[in-house]
């Protein structure tokens, strides 16, 4: 049901709500505006005056749902107690994210082009994308004080790698490259988790790290 008209705030939720389950049911190709308008209630017009280009409803809709997947990872994070544990929960979340945004357009290669992405709505996804990446980056580094100092990798490059592998196996995973092998999700998260973290483990240690937990910054386009 469309919002009563005066509340801006509530007719752009129903535009982004009605985009997302275009994209989730059918995919890019159905994310049309006219449609968009049609199932949100409003007229073409307003959808333009809120996103003036597909790019901007979509990421829009994407830094939502980063935001989301912040939320949902907040449970596993408070529990998580070693490096391995971590990389299934948040290589498990971002496949669900990638099955709907990730794989339909590299929307993040479009961040400096004006003409295309809103500065707001651009700000909004940077943001988004750096509370995921912050969160996990806080427990990187609170893993690698088991190092001496002089011995431990460079967080960054420990994060690099890691997303970059959770990446892979999301476009892997949703794509039809996994039906050329019998593994599941499953099977093959948790290899590449004890595979990858065992690499990262200092000389000597047979444990996987034991961590703290970081607090989540709240979600949201002004945070």
């Not at 994209?23 to 809120?50: C, D, F, H, P």
């Not at 709505?121 to 980056?137: E, F």
């Amino acid at each position: 049901m469309a919002s009563k008209w005066g509340n801006k705030e509530a007719r752009r939720r129903d535009i982004l709500r009605a985009g997302r389950a275009l994209l989730s049911k059918r995919g890019l190709a159905a994310l049309q505006m006219r449609e968009v308008a049609r199932r949100a209630g409003v007229a073409l017009g307003t959808v333009y005056v809120y996103f003036p280009t597909k790019e901007s409803l979509f990421a829009a809709m994407f830094a939502e749902r980063l935001d989301q997947m912040s939320a949902e990872l907040a449970p596993a994070l408070a529990s998580v107690t070693d490096l391995e544990e971590l990389f299934v929960a948040v290589a498990t979340s971002y496949r669900d994210v990638y099955v709907e945004f990730g794989r339909n357009l590299d929307i993040l290669a479009m961040i400096e082009d004006e003409a295309r992405l809103q500065p707001e709505i651009r700000d909004h996804l940077v943001a988004s994308t750096g509370r995921v990446l912050a969160a996990v980056r806080a427990i990187v580094e609170r893993a690698l004080a088991e190092f001496e100092p002089a011995d431990a990798p460079d967080p960054d490059l420990v994060l690099s790698l890691l997303w970059s592998t959770v990446t892979g196996l999301a476009d892997h995973f949703t794509s039809i490259r996994h039906l050329m092998h019998h593994y599941t999700w499953d099977d093959t998260v948790r290899f590449t988790a004890h595979t990858v973290i065992r690499g990262l483990l200092p000389d000597g240690a047979t444990k996987p790290y034991a961590v703290t937990t970081p607090q989540l910054s709240p979600a949201g386009p002004d945070s």
